[in-house]
């Protein structure tokens, strides 16, 4: 993994840490970008916790330090705690987790392994568990946090590592 | 076929839940306004990801006109002399981006920024992300694509 950032952030500081990093010098895009961030949080069904929940299991697959270092605020206030985040950053994720937990987390491990594989027994315990929306929400929700965690890695400048980061939902 | 919201395509499936699947949608299609980037380049780039996850339905889609020889000839661009250096830097990018986005190279990056300066860089990073995931969910979903039209 590189060491350097391979594109500088806009000069300035906002306060907002997407308008402040390098995705903030391609305005074209831009409020699209925090259009749909902050949809993915306040605009479907599924709570912040879940949405965390998937959110962090993305982030082991892509590789993205910061994205597994950061907690956002509002999924902590929503009961997820840190007990939690290490059961689904593991490698047994099935050990201490709810049933609609333990599904979210294969439907992440499959979209990020194996998208058009999905197995008919995986379908049906999902559609059990969740209501349309819901999986909608998921689905959605996944692909966005897929897309921009694989962005962030590829524009290079990621630690070894990072301590744990509690933010709020950028606006 | 569609196991989530039966009959319905991919586009469909997301506006049923609008909030949010307008939202994307919407990012999606301004990767073809971008100055930064041709959206000849964005299509191509596109494109490739179908053929590197084996959509075939994406790869019928047509989101921008290329022309015929392109787009049969995007499979093998590393041996076609009709894609200049810029879209063999953004192709090349999109092809290492697709099997592990940790593994782009300094070099790879550079040569997009060489073209198409960092802020290149960074929509098309964007726009590869949100074409990825797209198809992703079209797989996942087992929903076909509908996009802009369909190719000839």
């Not at chain 2, 000849?40 to 790869?59: P, T, Y």
């Not at chain 2, 990073?125 to 087992?142: K, N, P, S, T």
């Amino acid at each position: 993994m590189t060491s350097a950032a391979r594109v500088s952030p806009p000069a300035g500081n906002t306060g907002n840490v997407i308008r402040d990093s390098a995705l903030g010098i391609v305005p074209e895009t831009l409020d699209h970008y925090l259009a749909l961030n902050a949809a993915i949080w306040d605009a479907g069904p599924l709570g912040a916790a879940e949405v965390e929940l998937a959110r962090l299991r993305n982030a082991r697959h892509t590789g993205c330090v910061l994205c597994q270092a950061v907690r956002y605020d509002v999924a902590i206030a929503d009961g997820l705690t840190e007990d939690k985040v290490q059961v689904i950053r593991g490698d047994d994720p099935a050990a201490g987790l709810s049933e609609r937990e333990r599904l979210i987390v294969a439907f992440v491990d499959q979209y990020n392994l194996d998208p058009g594989g999905i197995p008919g027994h995986l379908q049906q315990a999902l559609l059990a568990a969740f209501r349309e929306d819901e999986l909608l929400h998921l689905s959605l929700l996944v692909a966005w946090f897929n897309g921009s965690s694989r962005c962030a890695v590829a524009l290079g400048g990621m630690p070894e590592a990072m301590p744990r980061l509690e933010i709020s939902v950028p606006r | 076929m569609n196991w989530i919201a039966a009959n319905a395509d991919r586009e469909q499936t997301m506006g049923r839940l609008p909030g949010i699947g307008v939202q994307f949608q919407r990012l999606y299609a301004s990767f073809y306004r971008l100055p930064q980037l041709p959206p000849e380049i964005v299509e191509m780039c596109r494109l490739r990801l179908a053929q590197l996850h084996r959509s075939e339905a994406d790869f019928a889609l047509e989101e921008y006109p290329l022309a015929s020889d392109r787009r049969e000839q995007l499979q093998h661009w590393h041996r076609a002399a009709s894609f200049s250096a810029g879209e063999r830097a953004c192709l090349e990018l999109a092809e290492v981006y697709a099997m592990d986005c940790g593994a782009v190279t300094d070099a790879q990056a550079d040569a997009v920024k060489e073209h198409f300066g960092e802020a290149g860089l960074v929509a098309l990073l964007q726009a590869l992300g949100v074409f990825d995931g797209f198809i992703r969910l079209g797989l996942i979903w087992r929903a076909a694509p509908v996009g802009g039209r369909q190719h000839d």
